[in-house]
């Protein structure tokens, strides 16, 4: 056991389960249900970005990722920050049954977004 | 072999990693698991801050310098500070607008705003 | 003077991040510092605060306990098969009056085991907070005014 081989292997470990990691968070974004859980999971997913980030800082030896992540970091936050305003001004009327944290059947989720638009037209 | 400062740094290094992996993907499972908005942002803002912070220190400990673990020092102070804030924008603007807790939940004793029309 | 103060520490950190201590980085650092203090000056003028240094520290100390307990409670709570919840939103009175502490204390709560700050009443006497576990709301009160309150109150004396 040198070294070298503890390090590569907890960066294999590492990767995997990061990878993993990012794999569950979209399975939140598609399962929803409603558009702030899709927020977090976005917000998650940019967490795992930074640290997969740093993983390849490490494995790569290229200092500069670290940068990369910082900044990847401060977008992240101002995009959730965003939509934290828009979840706010929008209100909740196009998922009301969503509510409760049930999952809602998979053909009404995709057409979630056209039919907001829809209803913003006909309250105007 | 012991008290060699490579295999130190790579033994501390090593830790960071699997501690910090560990955490993120913990914290995505609890995205998964949790059974409403509210209990999500609790694995989102607190394992996944941990979990990030941590493989960016790993990050600047490898580096060997000293200029590269203050970033990362920075990196790390700065979600500390920016995770809590987003999760509770997050959480005021969900509960403003409306969406409820899950059946589980015990209590509310935050008022519900009263629904205002909105402008056009 | 504070102002100065804080604009030294803007420019260590500003070379820190930016990787070189020569003296033209510092330099500019001072100036970048300058400048954003100059862009805060209203905000900044209104909060003359005193800090007890020592206090304060114990506080930073507590948080990390706090955060990586917090961390570790989360991630077992989640591996749990049969994850026993009763989340709730409940109330808690605020005793903290200035801006910046309650700022401060939100944000504590929200990095601490199973509690996260959601809401502040508009007449800032009340905050509310998510709690993972909500069946016993007076004792979770307790918890908060006697840990991080009475801690942020004694390093930031009035």
């Not at chain 1, 101002?78 to 509510?99: M, N």
């Not at chain 2, 992996?21 to 942002?41: C, N």
């Not at chain 3, 005793?95 to 309650?102: K, N």
Request: proline share 5%; aromatic share 6%; hydrophobic share 55%.
């Amino acid at each position: 056991m040198n070294a070298a081989t503890i390090l590569s292997s907890s960066i294999s470990f590492a990767l995997a389960a990061l990878s993993l990691g990012l794999l569950l968070t979209v399975l939140r974004i598609l399962r929803g249900p409603t558009l702030p859980d899709r927020v977090l999971g976005l917000d998650m997913l940019v967490a795992i970005a930074i640290g997969l980030i740093a993983v390849l800082a490490i494995k790569s030896g290229f200092n500069l990722y670290i940068d990369i992540a910082i900044a990847l970091g401060l977008v992240g936050f101002l995009a959730t920050v965003a939509f934290a305003r828009f979840i706010l001004a929008r209100g909740l009327s196009p998922e009301k049954d969503a509510g409760a944290g049930l999952p809602v059947p998979g053909a009404q989720k995709l057409k979630r977004g056209k039919s907001a638009r829809r209803n913003k037209k006909g309250a105007r | 072999m012991t008290g060699d400062p490579d295999m130190l740094t790579a033994v501390a290094v090593s830790a960071l990693l699997v501690i910090g992996s560990l955490f993120s993907v913990l914290a995505a499972l609890g995205l998964l698991r949790f059974p409403d908005l509210y209990t999500r942002m609790h694995a989102a803002s607190k394992a996944g801050t941990i979990g990030s912070g941590l493989l960016l220190l790993a990050a600047g400990i490898h580096a060997m310098d000293i200029a590269i673990l203050l970033r990362a020092l920075a990196g790390f102070a700065f979600f500390v500070l920016t995770a809590p804030l987003s999760a509770h924008l997050l959480a005021k603007a969900a509960h403003q607008a409306g969406y409820r807790l899950t059946n589980l939940s015990v209590t509310d004793q935050l008022p519900q705003p009263a629904p205002k029309s909105r402008p056009h | 003077m504070t102002f100065l103060a804080v604009n030294l520490l803007l420019m260590l950190t500003w070379a820190a991040v930016s990787g070189s201590f020569t003296v033209h980085n510092l330099l500019l650092g001072f100036a970048v510092g300058a400048l954003s203090l100059w862009l805060v000056r209203e905000q900044f003028a209104a909060a003359r605060l005193r800090v007890r240094p020592l206090k304060l520290l114990l506080l930073v100390a507590l948080f990390f306990k706090e955060l990586s307990l917090s961390a570790i409670k989360v991630a077992i709570l989640v591996v749990r098969p049969n994850m026993r919840l009763r989340p709730g939103i409940f109330a808690f009175p605020l005793s903290l009056t200035r801006d910046f502490e309650i700022t401060l204390l939100a944000n504590l709560i929200t990095l601490t085991p199973g509690t996260l700050s959601v809401d502040v009443s508009d007449d800032r006497k009340t905050l509310y907070v998510h709690a993972l576990d909500c069946h016993d709301p007076a004792a979770e009160r307790r918890a908060i005014s006697g840990g991080f309150e009475r801690r942020i109150r004694e390093a930031f004396p009035l």
